[in-house]
């Protein structure tokens, strides 16, 4: 069972314009969502992340939407430029238990400029 | 400042063969990760240590061994290596469980078993 479920798989943005990479979970015992980048040949990087007793968190051009209710967030990236091609990658785990990350399958995100 | 070096880079095996990866972190990080990533599937996570000296599996653990060496070393084993086994391997670490701490991931192992 997939635990965390992350869409789309891959998305062509413009320059300038909004990307925006939906996740929902399984899990309600989860209380910790990050968002995760990789480069080509590199290692993902910590983006940002949120706990669920906020709606919103943002760094940036960067900004996660979390619903409680609904058990899904999301990442947006407003003005996306080419730099931001990438892959992304949603997670969740349950911090009081230590548990380890669990990862959503990835969105592969290109920018055209 | 190195973070998380994984070696090899790259490597080719055999069916059958057996072959070791290894992770060093420098960060005096106390939990360690091995993960794989394979198209479409994102990465799952193949074996962790919370400490020196614990290990535990993750989602995906069979064909593989591990061993946290020491504090700082934490190495992945395959005996037998399969073709289902071909997948980019991340090693990763964090100072600690507590949900503000961030993997620091390395920059991956290619292995293509043939």
């Known amino acids: 069972q997939q635990q965390v479920k992350q869409s789309p798989q891959s998305l062509i943005v413009q320059k300038g314009g909004i990307s925006i990479i939906n996740c929902a979970y399984e899990?309600?015992?989860?209380?910790?969502f990050p968002w995760y980048q990789q480069f080509p040949g590199k290692g993902p990087a910590l983006l940002i992340a949120?706990?669920?007793?906020?709606s919103e968190k943002k760094e940036g051009r960067f900004t996660i939407s979390f619903n409680k209710s609904a058990k899904q967030f999301s990442l947006h990236i407003m003005d996306s430029q080419p730099g931001d091609s990438a892959t992304y990658f949603c997670?969740?785990?349950?911090?009081?238990?230590?548990?380890?990350?669990?990862f959503g399958k990835g969105t592969t995100l290109s920018v055209s400029s | 400042n190195a973070g998380v070096t994984q070696t090899p880079k790259f490597q080719v095996l055999k069916t059958g063969q057996s072959m070791t990866l290894q992770c060093a972190q420098d960060?005096?990080?106390?939990?360690m990760y091995w993960y794989r990533q394979d198209p479409g599937m994102g990465l799952r996570l193949i074996y962790y240590?919370?400490?020196?000296?614990?290990?535990d599996k993750g989602e995906v653990p069979n064909g593989y061994n591990v061993s946290r060496l020491n504090k700082r070393e934490f190495s992945l084993r395959l005996e037998s290596a399969a073709p289902s086994q071909t997948s980019v391997y991340f090693c990763?670490?964090?100072?600690?469980?507590?949900?503000?701490?961030?993997?620091?991931f390395g920059n991956g192992t290619r292995l293509t078993v043939t």
């Open positions: 990763a670490s964090t100072p600690d469980r507590t949900y503000n701490s961030p993997l620091h």
């Open positions: 899990n309600t015992a989860f209380d910790y």
């Open positions: 949120i706990r669920p007793d906020v």
């Open positions: 997670a969740a785990s349950i911090s009081q238990a230590g548990t380890a990350l669990i």
């Open positions: 960060m005096n990080h106390n939990s």
């Open positions: 240590s919370a400490s020196e000296g614990t290990t």
